[in-house]
């Protein structure tokens, strides 16, 4: 049996979470669910529908948002019980903390970041992960007679296999310790207009800006098009955009139809947050920069002179 | 307040990734090294902190002879000692690097009243070793933090979840691990240097557990040039941007 | 990218580069009208990731080389007409009594090279021009109002698309050279990752990478990269309202070996004081590998510690400040070269492969416009002898003597380097067969190209005493470094008895066959077509009718010459005859340097020396001066030469390198009664030479100044055709414009009362302290300077102008910041001593 744990925000199912199921089933076919917390039940009917057939339902009157220790302990209390071959959850920040905290209180090994998993014995396992931000892989194997795994976003197609899931409620263990810290409070958008994570469309520029000023076009051409600004670390590095704007492996990755990079050289930390995008436009005036190798299209030009005459045109066919 | 910020050495990387023979390891003959852009605002969080409240910065790092480089560099932005835990390499199981860290915080005299981490590392992005140490000091941990104030024995922490923020409260003392974007972390100066020369680390063995994740070997994905489609230059490229753009629907 | 590039399969010329250099020497061999040039570069354009992308950029003019500084004024003109030069002005501060010495001695050089407005100032206003310094930690400046930044990849830019809209090259940028062929000796293709490329000439305009590259071709040449750091500190709030790229006057703190200049609103911070880091070529990171550029390596914090509190001591406010925080560090890589020149010019081992590497940023231009006027036209119009690829021995090409000389000499960038010093590492690496002997008496050994030989000899000391003042002694520390009273002792005791001077470093080498004649009638000025048995000096000129060289050429056989050439510039000698050796094989070069080794023996008392020796006829009728012939000596067959140097009558004796330990002791034997002495090369390079108004290469003779300017004119031409006959039938029927001048001082007092000694290189001035031009612009210097014991004066050579040019006209010589009487002594070549050559001829 394997075990998932299903992340959610208030009742909304983190659809990273069927991937993680998608990733189970490869491993074995008995495949259960934990989802823990007030209006989990919601995420019953989509773990099914990716072929879930049992869901542990863990709460507690005093869990009443996400709470990463109860979490854990909820976590604990299945794998005690069940005994899964591996527990496995998504390679988001809840997905690694509740996994940790389950590591470290049953002193097992966490791999993080899985695109492979294989149980390749009793008590052994062969994973392939991403190191340096995707732009290495690892093949490592495992020795523990539970795997715990965060599962690596997108490695995983989600598979449907129509069905009911049984729910199985628990109540979670907790003491005061566990409950320390939990969510108190949301703040609104931090970031304003599209969000960079979701955006189709994200406009990004790096140091081939030269500065915070032009930034300006592309904030238009992004307008034109639906979509965010994004920028490289040299430019968050200068203080000429917010943090929140950066693509990269310790800034936001993003997944959009369209990424053009405005003189960005393409260094591994940028590619490591762009590489998914659908399309990519490279736009810099050395033709040999590593970003191309990655790109769609390529436009070697000064982006000075090209993005006044591009918005005007963008603008023109919107119109149109 | 003293605070304590784990820090690990990193090479610094071009454009492509040279492995060793072996394919164990980065070969790092012709890299520089540096921190993670993590690491670099947790001690500037940390810093920032010191100035506010007082106290001290101390750094703890593990590895081999040339972790000293990052410390100096550090200790440049403001941090005051540190503790170097020797090992062979920096490329260490997260179980048992939490287990030395703890031990060596735990010996330490000073009383850290808040541990401050990278959410995971740039290389390894095991993203764990916070909560394990957390968890071998007893403390509280909240993760992958970029927004941190500190009042009344409380660090409230926000954590970036698209476009919201998820706010916990943690008491000190405490674990933070924290992302790039938490502040913009300060350059040395040149009296910063100076003075980083002079402040003291100490060396501590540290006794490293058996790893339970093995490493078998490292591949590095191979780039095929996608054959971008040059879209030449100016008033040209401009209009065969318009119509990529329309093709993939982004424009009408 | 898509459309991949496709290297053309014929090229008349491929210069691989496109740095600075690179670059300049496309636009220059376009100008000069060559086409089908092809420029390879393995990074993108315009920067494709070399030393250019990251240097510095910034011009100081004087250098004490006046082939450097006249590379480097080209430059800055080149850079001024393309409009990438921001004059800013610069001072070079002291911090010790000794430095300042030294800004003296470069208020010198200006002046002697033609570089205009400088001027030594008063800590206060080096502080009045760069207020932000601390006046305090420093003793004084010296102020060169012409220094300058310049954007060397726009000018790069600017002269490859010059050359392209000629349409007269084709850029191949991200284009690796994987192999260079050569067919018969002659670069005959460059394969690359686009094909291969059949051309006629190859320039290695590589940077660091020269040495790989040259090596594909089997060529060597011999530099290193190294590193030099740097960082930028910024914002610095002094310079907030910085609207330019540079402001303000560029420092450089020459005790620190460091330099500040202003940046935007940062500082950058730049030393050659760290430690020597050398790299080998295949260890700098290709371009994919580098986190920065290939060039730009790590930083390392730890060889920068002391350079921070030496920036922090001279700028304080700024270097000091906590907010300014360093933004960029590197540890940039540039080439050094074992003895700090460049490495310019065709590589002797392959024709057609050409050099032009290890070139700051200051001499880019002025490197391409004289390496392609080269290639042209066969002559630069800059003499580049100090930086001929040619001028290299084995020995320098090997690694150890590369990264020895390297380390050492990094230091020396702002290093305070006497005209004397000498190198310490990698010695002892030629001997001479009398090194034994010679160590034995106390030689005080020099080196010459990797010979050792003695400067003077410990066991004359006593002959100081016995001349008195008459060795002119120098008590002033700077004068007398690297030099012995006991130099001008062994002088005046040649000149009573005689002395044995080591002269194994001569280069020594055979022309043979029946076009042996032909070709040294080319080469050489003088008549060769001479009985066998007669020995001939001659200049060697270049086309334009310039030196080339000076040497002795002895006809030993009717088809066999045998060229004797200093050992300094033996190698480049070589190459001249080697390339102008015929096609069809009629006469070979055979290089007899390291079999041979010469003794020289001279003086009132030389005859009777050799003549104890041997049953030869040596008497003046017996053995003419000027000629030469085998004799026995005990059971040694010796080459015996009758010429002179150091104006005295007696011999060169040439024989096998094994048997030299023999012939030294039996002429010292043999001496013993005729008060025969060891003589070291001080007398034989200075004294000796200058009291007979010989002229040196590379010193008094070099390509810029011809045989009628130096006096050296004889009243016959010869009717075989040499290289430069047309230019020098045509100087002939010209009046010179500057002729060859022996003056000497005529008070030494300095204002302290301290008796001063010139070295050379001083500026000649006018009696009202004006610099003296030719009419083509040369400024008057001391091409050399010494003692002349016999004559009690301490001689000057120079050209001057014909005014000036006049024998007993007044003038003056600035040294170290103060002024001397001198007098013109002789016009022309007539020797102050013995003018009638009467000691040697008889």
């Given amino acids: 049996m394997i075990l998932v744990y299903a992340d959610h925000d208030r009742g909304e199912l983190d659809p990273l979470a069927l991937q993680v199921v998608s990733a189970a089933r490869g491993l074995d076919a008995d495949v259960h669910a934990l989802i823990v917390g007030p209006n989990a039940e919601k995420c019953v009917d989509d773990l099914a529908s990716a072929g879930v057939r049992t869901v542990h339902h863990g709460t507690n009157a005093a869990i009443d948002d996400y709470t990463p220790r109860a979490n854990a302990n909820a976590v604990i209390t299945v794998m005690d019980r069940l005994e899964p071959r591996a527990v496995l959850a998504a390679g988001t920040p809840r997905g690694s903390e509740v996994l940790a905290h389950v590591a470290s209180i049953k002193d097992l090994p966490l791999v993080t970041e899985c695109s492979e998993i294989a149980l390749t014995g009793s008590g052994t396992a062969e994973v392939t992960r991403a190191r340096w931000g995707g732009n290495l892989l690892e093949r490592s194997e495992v020795s523990a007679d539970v795997l715990l795994a965060t599962v690596q976003a997108h490695a995983f197609a989600v598979s449907e296999d129509a069905g009911d899931a049984q729910v199985e409620a628990f109540e979670v263990p907790v003491t005061d310790a566990d409950l320390e810290v939990s969510i108190v409070e949301r703040t609104g958008a931090a970031e304003t207009g599209v969000g960079l994570a979701e955006a189709k469309v994200v406009i990004s520029g790096g140091r081939g800006m030269d500065g915070p000023e032009a930034f300006g076009m592309l904030e238009e051409l992004a307008d034109i098009l639906g979509g965010a600004v994004g920028c490289s670390r040299v430019v968050t590095a200068a203080g000429w955009r917010p943090h929140a704007e950066q693509v990269g492996q310790t800034g936001t990755k993003v997944a959009p139809d369209l990424y053009i990079a405005f003189g960005i050289s393409g260094a591994t930390q940028h590619i490591a947050g762009c590489k998914s995008a659908k399309t990519l436009i490279a736009v810099n005036t050395d033709g040999q920069a590593p970003i191309m190798t990655h790109a769609d299209y390529a436009v070697v030009d000064n982006l000075h002179t090209l993005l006044p005459v591009l918005i005007e045109k963008a603008r023109a066919a919107q119109g149109a | ?252 | 990218m898509a459309e991949e590039l496709q290297a053309p399969s014929e090229a008349k010329c491929v210069v691989i580069g496109a740095g600075i250099v690179g670059n300049s020497i496309v636009w220059h061999l376009a100008r000069l009208g060559w086409t089908d040039i092809v420029q390879v570069d393995k990074g993108p354009l315009p920067n494709p990731g070399g030393s250019t992308g990251h240097a510095s950029n910034f011009i100081f003019p004087t250098d004490h080389s006046k082939e450097i500084t006249q590379l480097t004024l080209e430059s800055m003109r080149q850079y001024k007409e393309m409009g990438v030069f921001t004059e800013c002005g610069g001072i070079e501060v002291a911090r010790t009594e000794e430095r300042m010495q030294e800004l003296h001695r470069r208020m010198q050089s200006a002046t002697s090279f033609d570089i205009d407005g400088t001027a030594m100032l008063s800590p206060a206003e080096c502080k009045e021009k760069v207020p932000y310094i601390d006046d305090e930690v420093i003793l004084g400046g010296f102020w060169t109002p012409s220094v300058g930044v310049v954007d060397s990849l726009r000018a790069g830019t600017i002269m490859r698309e010059k050359a392209q809209e000629m349409n007269a090259l084709t850029s191949l940028p991200n284009t690796e050279v994987m192999d260079i062929e050569v067919t018969d000796g002659h670069v005959s293709a460059v394969v690359t990752d686009r094909g291969t490329i059949n051309t006629e000439y190859v320039v290695i305009a590589c940077g660091c990478w020269s040495p790989r590259i040259a090596e594909m071709a089997g060529a060597a040449i011999p530099l290193t990269p190294a590193v030099h750091q740097m960082k930028d500190i910024g914002p610095v709030p002094f310079f907030a309202d910085a609207k330019g790229d540079i402001e303000w006057p560029i420092i450089r703190d020459m005790d620190t070996f460091m330099y500040e200049r202003q940046h935007g609103t940062g500082l950058e911070i730049g030393s050659y004081a760290h430690r020597a880091i050398l790299y080998e070529a295949g260890e700098i990171p290709s371009i994919e590998q580098a986190a920065l550029s290939p060039t730009e390596m790590p930083f390392t914090q730890e060889d920068f510690d002391l350079q921070d509190e030496h920036a922090m001591e001279l700028m304080p406010d700024i270097v000091g400040d906590e907010t300014v925080g360093e933004k960029y560090a590197c540890n940039g890589l540039l080439s050094l070269t074992p003895d700090g020149a460049p490495i310019l010019g065709e590589t002797p081992e392959v024709k057609g492969l050409w050099s032009a590497a290890a070139v700051w940023i200051k001499e880019g231009p002025g490197v391409g416009k004289s390496i392609a006027e080269w290639m042209v036209l066969g002559e630069s119009e800059i003499d580049l002898h100090g930086a001929d690829i040619s001028r290299f021995y084995e020995h320098h090409k090997t690694r150890q003597h590369i990264t020895a000389r390297t380390g050492e000499g990094f230091i020396k960038t702002y290093g305070i380097i006497h005209p004397g010093e000498q190198w310490t590492s990698n010695r002892d690496v030629r001997l001479s067969p009398y090194y034994e002997q010679e160590k034995a008496l106390g030689g005080v050994f020099y080196e010459a190209v990797g010979w050792e030989r003695p400067f003077w000899y410990e066991s004359n000391a006593p002959l100081v005493e016995k001349f008195g003042d008459a060795v002119m002694p120098r008590t002033a520390e700077w004068d007398a470094r690297w030099w012995s009273p006991i130099i001008n002792a062994e002088h005046l005791q040649m000149r009573e008895t005689a002395g044995m001077i080591d002269l194994t470093p001569f280069a020594i080498f055979d022309i043979v066959g029946p076009g042996a004649l032909n070709v040294v009638q080319t080469c050489a000025v003088r008549q060769m077509d001479v009985a066998i048995g007669k020995v001939i000096y001659t200049p060697v000129l270049t086309p334009r009718g310039g030196f080339r060289s000076d040497l002795t050429i002895m006809r030993l056989g009717a088809n066999h010459f045998r060229v004797v050439t200093g050992g300094a510039h033996g190698m480049s000698d070589r190459k001249w005859f080697a390339d102008h050796l015929p096609a069809d094989g009629t006469a070979q070069l055979q290089d007899l340097t390291s079999s041979m080794t010469t003794l020289g023996v001279w003086g009132p008392n030389a005859r009777a020396i050799v003549q104890s020796l041997t049953t030869a006829d040596m008497s003046h009728e017996g053995f003419p001066f000027g000629s030469c012939r085998v004799i026995e000596m005990g059971s040694l067959r010796v080459l015996a030469s009758r010429i002179s140097y150091v104006g005295e009558l007696g011999w060169e004796l040439y024989l096998p390198m094994e048997q030299g330990a023999k012939l030294w002791d039996m002429v010292f034997q043999a001496g013993q009664s005729h008060g025969l002495i060891p003589v070291g090369v001080g007398v034989y390079g200075t004294g000796g030479r200058l009291e007979k108004g010989y002229r040196a290469y590379g010193a008094e003779l070099d390509a810029e100044y011809n045989i009628v300017e130096a006096g050296m004119a004889l009243k016959k031409v010869k009717d075989a055709d040499f290289v430069g006959k047309e230019a020098f039938l045509q100087q002939r029927e010209e009046e010179p414009v500057a002729l060859m001048c022996t003056l000497s001082v005529t008070d030494h007092h300095s204002a302290s009362g301290e008796k001063r000694y010139m070295l050379g290189m001083e500026p000649i001035l006018t009696t009202d302290g004006a610099p003296i031009a030719d009419k083509h612009g040369r400024r008057s210097f001391v091409t050399s300077a010494g003692s002349a014991p016999s004559l009690g004066k301490h001689l000057l050579m120079a050209y001057l102008p014909p005014e000036h040019a006049v024998e007993g006209t007044e003038l003056l010589v600035e040294y170290l910041g103060e002024r001397y009487p001198v007098v013109v002594d002789r016009v022309g070549a007539t020797p102050l001593f013995d003018p009638t050559n009467e000691r040697i001829l008889s």
């Fill in chain 2, 1 to 252: 307040m003293d605070i304590c910020v784990c820090i690990k050495r990193y090479p610094s990387l071009g454009s492509a990734i040279m492995l060793t023979d072996d394919g164990m390891a980065i070969d790092t003959d012709k890299l520089g090294f540096t921190l993670s852009p993590h690491e670099e605002c947790a001690v500037e969080a940390a810093v920032q902190l010191k100035e506010e409240h007082g106290g001290t910065v101390t750094l703890i790092s593990m590895g081999p002879e040339g972790v000293e480089e990052q410390i100096r560099e550090q200790f440049a932005i403001g941090a005051d000692r540190a503790i170097w835990i020797r090992s062979d390499s920096t490329d260490i199981d997260p179980q048992a690097a939490a287990k030395a860290i703890g031990d060596a915080i735990e010996a330490d005299e000073t009383a850290f009243d808040l541990i401050l981490l990278g959410s995971e590392s740039a290389d390894n992005a095991n993203a764990q070793t916070g909560v394990r140490l957390a968890h071998r000091l007893g403390r509280p941990v909240a993760t992958a933090i970029k927004g941190m104030t500190i009042a009344d024995g409380v660090a409230t922490c926000e954590r970036a979840v698209g476009t919201m923020r998820e706010v916990y409260r943690v008491r000190l003392p405490a674990v933070v691990t924290v992302k790039d974007g938490l502040n913009i972390p300060r350059y040395p100066s040149v009296p910063g240097r100076i003075k980083a020369r002079k402040k003291p680390i100490d060396e501590v063995t540290g006794d490293l557990d058996a790893p339970s994740i093995q490493l078998m070997g490292l591949t590095a994905p191979i780039r095929e040039s996608k054959g971008a489609q040059d879209l030449g230059a100016g008033d040209e490229a401009a209009d065969a941007l318009v119509d990529v753009m329309k093709q993939i629907g982004v424009l009408s």
